[in-house]
């Protein structure tokens, strides 16, 4: 099982991109869906996260501009990044947990190949 992300690329400050992340197949459930980041030299750490009813989570630098959304019919979480700035450029990671492929399934997490991001000043 991988997952799939595309978008990402280079854009200048200020500029918007979106990210999309799906995992292939049939799917039973996914807990929470969420984007992380790693910038060179730092921590992979938390942008946003969604869980099956919606509820959000987001890190402190990128509330107000980053809206994480998901399909969950499509096992589809998206990434739409407004406002971006020099310090948003990372590579960013698709990450889904618990996931089951049937009910009785043991519940897997996983993560998506990463792709960059990169915000000109």
């Known amino acids: 099982v991988q997952l799939q992300a595309s978008g990402g690329g280079v854009v200048q400050a200020g500029g918007s991109l979106g990210l999309s992340c799906v995992l292939p197949?049939?799917?039973?459930?996914?807990?929470?869906m969420a984007w992380y980041r790693q910038a060179p030299g730092n921590q992979r750490e938390l942008v946003a996260s969604?869980?099956?009813?919606?509820?959000?989570t987001y890190g402190d630098s990128v509330k107000g501009r980053f809206t994480i959304s998901r399909n969950n019919a499509k096992n589809l979480v998206s990434l739409q990044m407004n406002g971006l700035r020099p310090e948003d450029t990372a590579v960013y990671y698709c990450?889904?947990?618990?996931?089951?492929?049937?009910?009785?399934?043991?519940?897997?997490?996983?993560w998506g190949p990463g792709t960059l991001v990169t915000v000109s000043s």
């Open positions: 969604i869980t099956p009813d919606r509820s959000t």
């Open positions: 990450r889904m947990e618990g996931v089951k492929a049937i009910t009785k399934s043991t519940p897997k997490d996983y």
């Open positions: 197949g049939s799917i039973f459930s996914i807990d929470v």
